[in-house]
Nanobody, 116 residues
Framework: QVQLVESGGGLVQPGGSLRLSCAAS????????MGWYRQAAGKGRELVAS???????NYGDSVKGRFTISRDNTKNTVYLQMNSLKPEDTAVYYC??????????WGQGTRVTVSS
């Protein structure tokens, strides 16, 4: 069925940049919503950024001005460009998408570690 696969995580130094990708696979006719969430050790999952089919974006307060979400409809893929990374950005990042009829899906997560 429809699945989400994240990639691009890894280890980066403070102040560095990283680009995450989330690709949806399967029989897909449209995607209403795609977003990135993160969960740090011992904490709950929080919204990082989201984008609707109409192009409206939303960002968590802690990442505004540093992260940018975008999508490529021809590839059914959403991206998260992360700049000026801080140690507090360390977390597992999860992709989320909402599809007509099919409903909601979550990716397995990709780990981002910001450390010197």
């Amino acid at each position: 069925q429809v699945q989400l696969v994240e990639s691009g995580g890894g280890l980066v130094q403070p102040g560095g940049s990283l680009r995450l990708s989330c690709a949806a696979s399967g029989v897909i006719f449209s995607i209403n919503y795609m977003g990135w969430y993160r969960q740090a050790a011992g904490k709950g999952r929080e919204l990082v950024a989201s984008i609707t089919s109409g192009g409206n974006t939303n960002y968590g307060d802690s990442v505004k001005g540093r992260f940018t979400i975008s999508r490529d409809n021809t590839k059914n893929t959403v991206y998260l460009q992360m700049n000026s990374l801080k140690p507090e950005d360390t977390a597992v990042y999860y992709c989320n998408a909402k599809f007509p009829v099919v409903g909601e899906r979550w990716g397995q997560g990709t780990r981002v570690t910001v450390s010197s």
